[in-house]
């Protein structure tokens, strides 16, 4: 079930100058295979005139030297003198644009593991990746100098790497790229968790529940929140909007004094605000996530509406940050949009248990033993998506690493509870080398005595089709009459728990390791690795927290409502195989 995945990503513009002493060690292994280095020493890096003109008489950049270790591929240039570059990590993957020199004739192959394509022509070097590339996951970019003389840059790529531009690398890191002339000035409002030096946000993201009334002014919800400082008369301007792949950030410039109130809705969201003059005006076909924007007076302020192409609620399908003025005495409220964002709060320690479940009559082979009974643990077979020299989906985050990280969390929260929970996996491993031979010992665990069988998977989609991929969904097949019960149960609670946008139930492919099994069985896709918004949910240890605790609670509630194989016969299987 699983597709190749590229991640879309929003992208971090890095800017790259040479005139001052690199500071640090560069990490760099010399005599590393397929590059041939001498020697390496500090970098010092010389004076390089910035936007030389390119000639035919200036020097190529190109032919760069490969070597692959596992999953990363290092890629190394020679920078020859008068060079200047900007490096810029991208949804599509690292471009490199040159200056004052001559890019080597265009080409399309592929340099490795973790580079799936390399072209290069018309001022720009492009590797794309089959993964997202954040401000410092995904990359790493040095310079060093070899005992020749020679410079190099230094381009380490692959999911597992992090570290970004190094300190031998100078230049100036923006937190994103505007894709629109609006979107130029919506920079001042930073994205989640990417704030600037010294930049606070005043109120952050949705509480799990709303906060309309009494709230504590002290701690402010995005539902509602006032503008510090004394109030003043404030025409309100025309929103600021800022594009990128799978999601739309709308700001508003609100002044001292002034207050507003989301309510979320099936068609969108409503902002009413308040000390703030507000004139009619509005626009339509804003975004793919944002349909029209709209602007009410009233008797005291007015209203904002938001016209969102997917419904919001109080935890999902939008993100709201109030933020300091960055100039004057304007504060920015900042409205994230997009059906991908889903709940990505902290769980308080009360909200991390599961009730217990009660200990159920152990099932007996004849009637002779059925004549003594027993009360045992309920099992569960909770399976983590492949593991060991098979990734799965390669996007945001790796597949097999997310999965086991969800797995162990619900055996933390059902063991407790009193159930007795059987992991096909607790470390990076397959069960087999051979994969249908693999997923068919996965299914076998399911043994005589379960109740319940849940595999856990990351989802993912070809490039072309990636930002319509978001979500959680949860797939049975006609293995057990119980099944399709089980799912349900999964996927109202992972729903219910993580704020998700919710694909629903799917029973349209025949799936081995639920095929296979004889007892109720369930695969869950808690998200989309190759979203460029969902793939920040996987990523982010709040949500899998909720994660876990939704499908913890789905089991539960299986087994107390009697969803579990001793209340059903397994039907003759008509699946295809």
């Known amino acids: 079930m699983k597709r190749t995945a590229i991640l879309l990503s929003s992208g971090l513009l890095f800017t790259v100058a040479t005139g001052s002493q690199a500071q640090g060690a560069t990490p760099f292994t010399p005599g590393a295979p397929g590059i041939s280095v001498p020697s390496l020493a500090p970098v010092t890096p010389g004076t390089i005139p910035a936007g030389a003109a390119v000639s035919d008489s200036a020097p190529t950049f190109g032919s760069p030297r490969v070597s692959n270790q596992g999953s990363v591929t290092r890629v190394v240039f020679d920078l020859p003198s008068g060079v200047t570059y900007t490096l810029i990590p991208t949804f599509g993957g690292l471009r490199l644009d040159v200056q004052g020199a001559r890019i080597q004739p265009a080409v399309s192959a592929k340099l490795g593991v973790s580079v799936s394509e390399y072209r290069a022509g018309a001022g720009q070097a492009t590797l794309v990746t089959p993964y997202p590339l954040a401000p410092t996951d995904g990359w790493r970019a040095s310079e060093a100098s070899l005992a020749t003389g020679k410079r190099v840059l230094i381009l380490e790529l692959g999911p597992g790497v992090s570290g970004g531009a190094a300190s031998s690398v100078h230049g100036q890191v923006l937190t994103s790229v505007a894709t629109t002339v609006a979107a130029q000035s919506v920079l001042n409002a930073p994205l989640p968790g990417a704030l600037p030096p010294g930049d606070q946000v005043i109120s952050s993201v949705p509480l799990p529940a709303p906060i309309l009334e009494g709230s504590n002014p002290a701690q402010p919800s995005a539902l509602q929140g006032s503008v510090p400082g004394p109030a003043r ?11 990128s792949p799978g999601q739309t950030r709308v700001v508003l410039d609100l002044p001292p004094g002034s207050s507003y109130r989301i309510t979320p809705g ?32 009233g008797p005291q302020g007015g209203t904002v509406t938001l016209s969102t192409a997917a419904r919001t609620t109080e935890r999902s399908g939008w993100r709201a940050q109030l933020l300091p ?27 991390r248990t599961v009730q217990a479940v009660a200990p159920q009559v152990a099932a007996r082979a004849t009637a002779l033993l059925a004549l003594s009974t027993s009360l045992v643990r309920p099992r569960v077979v909770i399976d983590a998506g492949h593991g060991g020299k098979d990734p799965g989906a390669v996007g945001a985050v790796i597949e097999k690493e997310v999965t086991l990280a969800v797995a162990l969390r619900v055996r933390d929260l059902l063991v407790p509870a009193g159930v007795d929970v059987i992991l096909t996996r607790d470390t990076d491993r397959e069960l087999n080398p051979v994969k249908n031979t693999d997923l068919q010992m996965r299914a076998a665990m399911g043994t005589p005595g379960t109740a319940l069988f849940v595999s856990i998977h990351v989802n993912s989609m070809a490039p072309a089709n990636a930002l319509r991929g978001y979500g959680v969904e949860t797939w049975w097949n006609p293995n057990h009459a119980r099944s399709s019960a089980l799912a349900a149960l999964l996927q109202g609670n992972l729903v219910a728990q993580t704020g998700a946008f919710d694909q629903g139930l799917k029973n349209t492919q025949s799936l081995s390791v639920l095929r296979n099994s004889r007892v109720p069985a369930a695969l869950v896709e808690i998200g989309f690795a190759s979203h460029p918004v969902d793939g920040q949910n996987l990523q982010d240890n709040n949500y899998l927290d909720r994660v876990a605790l939704g499908l913890a609670q789905g089991i539960r509630e299986a087994l107390v409502s009697g969803v579990t194989a001793d209340q059903g016969a397994a039907p003759a299987l008509t699946t295809k195989r």
């Open 233 to 243: 008369a404030a025409l309100l301007s025309t929103p600021r909007v800022g594009k």
């Open 266 to 297: 099936p068609g969108g969201l409503s902002i009413t605000l308040t000390g703030v003059t507000v004139g009619a005006q509005q626009a339509t076909a804003v975004s793919p996530e944002l349909r029209a924007w709209t602007y009410t007076p």
């Open 325 to 351: 003025p960055s100039s004057g005495d304007l504060s920015r409220l900042a409205i994230d949009l997009s059906p991908a964002l889903a709940d990505r709060t902290p769980l308080s320690s009360a909200q």
